[in-house]
C-alpha cells in the first residue's frame, strides 16, 4: 500500500509541475480515449451500426485533439509519457469494468 501511495504522490507531483502548460489534459485525454473505445469495441461486437459509428466520431476528435497537442510541442517527450500513461491507465479501467460485469465462469486469465 505505501508504494502505490508514493507512486500516486510522485505522479501529482509530476503532474502539477505540467500544469503550468496545461499538459495534464493529455493523460485525462488518454483515459478517456481508451473508455471510448472499449465501449466502440462493445458496440461493434453487438453490431450497433449507428452507435459504433457515432463512437467513431467522439473518438476521431478526441484523437484529434491529442495529435493538436503534442504536435505542438514535438521536441517534449513528457507529452508522449502523459498521453500514453493516461491510455495505460484507462486501458486497465475498462478491462476491469468490463470484468466486473461478466459471469463469475467466464472470468478471464490475467497475468
Known sequence: MAVGGILIFKVKIFLIRLNKENLKN????????MLVLAGWT?????ARVLMSGLVTIVNIFIWYYALSRVATKLGDWRLVLL????????TALSTWLASRKRPAGKQPKTV
Open 26 to 33: 493529455l493523460f485525462l485525454i488518454g483515459i478517456a480515449e
Open 83 to 90: 498521453y500514453a500513461l493516461g491510455c495505460a491507465l484507462g
Open 42 to 46: 462493445k458496440m461493434v461486437a453487438d
